[in-house]
């Protein structure tokens, strides 16, 4: 939590916590609630200095801030596999970004609004 800049508001050890950044709070829950590979959308007001400021502190960037119609935005996994992800308003002067999926893999946007899935090699 402290590479994510999260603090604790408040715990139940081994059933759930509240846990805060600014203005935002998320609840953690163990057991039938909460499955590792969870997916979580948190807005914020710049995903490009979020990323930096992650980067620094060394946290697990799964897909940098990259643009789309609905955010720019980044992926950054915790150590037990949930995807955070970090958006900000989209950038209407860059083009849109490469999406990386839960399975790792990265799709391209092409012509036409299709996503076609990206050779990596």
């Known amino acids: 939590m402290d590479v ?12 759930i916590a509240s ?3 600014d203005r935002c709070h998320l609840f953690l829950i163990e057991g039938d609630q909460g499955h590792p590979g969870t997916w979580v959308w948190i807005g914020v ?12 502190k060394g946290a697990t960037i ?3 801030p990259a643009n789309f119609s609905w955010a ?3 992926q950054v996994e915790d150590p037990d596999g949930n995807v955070l992800r970090f958006g900000s308003e ?7 970004g490469n999406w990386r999926d839960m399975r790792g893999d990265v799709w391209t946007l092409e012509g036409g609004g299709r996503w076609r899935k990206a050779s990596i090699g």
């Open 4 to 15: 994510l800049g999260f603090t604790v508001d408040w715990q139940t050890p081994g059933v």
């Open 19 to 21: 846990v805060g950044r």
């Open 45 to 56: 007001s710049d995903a490009g200095a979020l990323h930096e400021d992650y980067v620094a």
């Open 62 to 64: 799964r897909n940098p």
């Open 72 to 74: 720019y935005e980044m």
């Open 90 to 96: 989209p950038k209407p002067d860059q083009p849109t």
